[in-house]
């Protein structure tokens, strides 16, 4: 069992920058591959980035390039998503999620949910 809970969501203009945090407890989280996703209203949840177990590799998707950083402190059961250069579209509810393999994007591959937490980016 891994619990899963994030923070760091907030209301941002765009162009700006959230930090968002994902702490795990219970099983050892150095096992677990992880992975962020978002749902905005209206759309199905989909992926934006993850990391192995180590941290040395990660994945995203094609929004996430080049702007959001996906990293993983296992010392702290941590896992961060660093967002610049956020866009309205950006706007969602953003979950973290332990799973098995770092480059499954397939969100029903993760075995661990946190509840979320909201990032709006609106002037």
């Known amino acids: 069992q891994v619990h899963l809970v994030e923070s760091g969501g907030g209301v941002v203009q765009p162009g700006g920058s959230l930090r968002l945090s994902c702490v795990a407890s219970?099983?050892?989280?150095?096992?677990?591959?992880m992975g962020w996703f978002r749902q905005a209203p209206g759309k199905e949840r989909e992926f934006v980035a993850s990391v192995s177990t180590g941290g040395d590799s990660t994945y995203y998707t094609d929004f996430a390039r080049g702007r959001f950083t996906i990293s993983r402190d296992n010392a702290q059961n941590t896992v961060y998503l660093q967002m610049d250069k956020l866009k309205p579209e950006d706007t969602a509810i953003y979950y973290c999620?332990?799973?098995?393999?770092?480059?499954?994007?397939?969100?029903?591959?993760?075995?661990?949910w946190g509840q979320g937490t909201q990032v709006s980016v609106s002037s």
């Open positions: 999620a332990a799973g098995t393999a770092y480059y499954i994007v397939d969100s029903s591959h993760y075995d661990y």
């Open positions: 219970g099983s050892r989280f150095s096992m677990w591959a």
